[in-house]
């Protein structure tokens, strides 16, 4: 029996990057010998052990053959025979087929480290192909190491691009889409995510309301970048450089898929396209299982970010209206969220990235200051429910006509 720690920990430690997990492969063993030994049995679709004292992973080295289209049609071998090398050979990326001995050497067959040198992200073997997740992974990758000066190398893109035109991207389940496309947005450069998956077309079959976008003009005014699609990906890059939680980075996603329901001939103009984006919205979250939480900071996002953007013209009643919409005063952390994202598509434009965003502290006053308004005991002792709604909505707009002078 020999162990190798493999995948991620040997690829970050070349990387000098910090290693959070360490995985390992046992060869010439059974699953029989590692029971005995105290290890316990994980795995679902092939032999996955947590280690007895470490819970660290040990899986047996396995061969896998394809027998259907998507991910689910494949046959496992787990015998002992089966050497690292074929076991390295079924793995995505060359960066993440490099196994490393127990004396620290490094057993790296198909030139891992050649092309972590290069910085390149580039496929083991054909097998790739036969796993549609891959190409999110290989995006999510690119997403990742893209400060690091990573691309993907043109043959891989060119397999992507295959598996894409042969319908296996299409098989790929609701589920494993949207955890890959989570684990992307908290990336460092989020954008490249959905750049690479459109560079091969995955996009457009994966996230076709977001591949909708690109080519579709702004008002330069209002835009310099002008196309839309190019702005959606600038907001994500300022999201990623506010930190922002990955709520708000979705939110920033789809705020603007109504300019892709836009009619060409009010081009570069996009008249209620926070309205038109709303059944977008719901239905890129119905497709995807998108989470609750995700799910209604995007479609606020979508419907409330002009508002946000000129909250210092509205007057005190309307105010007091998005405020009321938004859920404010009872979820003062999603409204937080909300402005962030809309801070993120105000300086997601050309130029003006570093530019104030003053609506976004007014907005954050204006909550608490209506937040703070309440009647005293003696007030609603003497009225009736609704009265004592009304009352208090009174007291918060004039609070806010204060604000606002």
Not at 66 to 72: E, L, Q, S
Not at 129 to 134: A, F, L, T
Not at 156 to 162: A, E, I, S, V
Request: net charge neutral; proline share 6%.
């Amino acid at each position: 029996m020999e162990i190798y720690l493999v995948g991620g920990a040997v690829r970050d430690t070349l990387l000098g990057r910090p290693v959070h997990e360490r995985d390992y492969v046992v060869t010439g063993a059974t699953a029989d010998e590692l029971l005995a030994q105290g290890y316990r049995p994980v795995g679902k679709d092939f032999p996955v052990f947590l280690h007895p004292q470490t819970h660290a992973e040990y899986a047996l080295a396995r061969r896998e053959r394809k027998t259907a289209p998507g991910y689910h049609g494949f046959v496992t071998d787990f015998s002992p025979d089966i050497t690292l090398e074929e076991d390295l050979l079924r793995r995505d990326l060359t960066l993440n087929a490099i196994a490393q001995r127990a004396d620290g050497s490094l057993v790296d067959p198909y030139g891992g480290q050649a092309d972590i040198a290069a910085r390149t992200l580039r496929h083991v073997s054909p097998a790739f192909s036969e796993d549609p997740v891959r190409v999110l992974r290989v995006a999510r990758f690119a997403a990742r190491f893209a400060p690091l000066g990573f691309t993907v190398h043109e043959s891989t893109l060119t397999l992507m691009q295959r598996m894409v035109t042969d319908g296996e991207v299409a098989a790929l389940v609701p589920e494993r889409v949207w955890q890959e496309t989570v684990r992307a947005l908290r990336e460092s450069q989020p954008d490249v995510f959905f750049e690479v998956l459109r560079a091969c077309g995955a996009l457009a079959v994966i996230f076709p309301e977001v591949d909708r976008l690109f080519g579709i003009p702004q008002s330069p005014q209002w835009h310099p970048e002008i196309d839309t699609g190019l702005h959606v990906m600038m907001c994500l890059r300022r999201a990623a450089a506010l930190d922002a939680p990955d709520t708000v980075r979705f939110a920033v996603l789809a705020h603007d898929l109504g300019k892709g329901a836009t009619p060409q001939q009010q081009w570069p103009k996009h008249l209620m396209h926070e309205s038109n984006g709303v059944p977008l919205v719901q239905a890129l979250c119905s497709r995807l299982k998108v989470p609750t939480a995700f799910r209604e900071l995007a479609l606020m996002t979508c419907k409330q970010h002009l508002n946000v953007h000129r909250a210092q013209e509205l007057r005190p009643t309307t105010l007091l209206e998005l405020l009321e919409n938004c859920d404010a005063l009872r979820r003062p952390e999603r409204f937080s969220e909300l402005l962030l994202a809309c801070q993120c598509d105000a300086q997601g434009r050309g130029g003006r990235e570093h530019w104030p965003y003053p609506s976004r502290e007014y907005l954050e006053a204006a909550r608490a200051a209506a937040a703070a308004v309440q009647l005293s005991e003696a007030q609603i002792a003497t009225l009736a429910g609704p009265q004592i709604a009304k009352l208090l909505r009174e007291r918060r707009i004039e609070t806010l006509r204060e604000l606002k002078r």
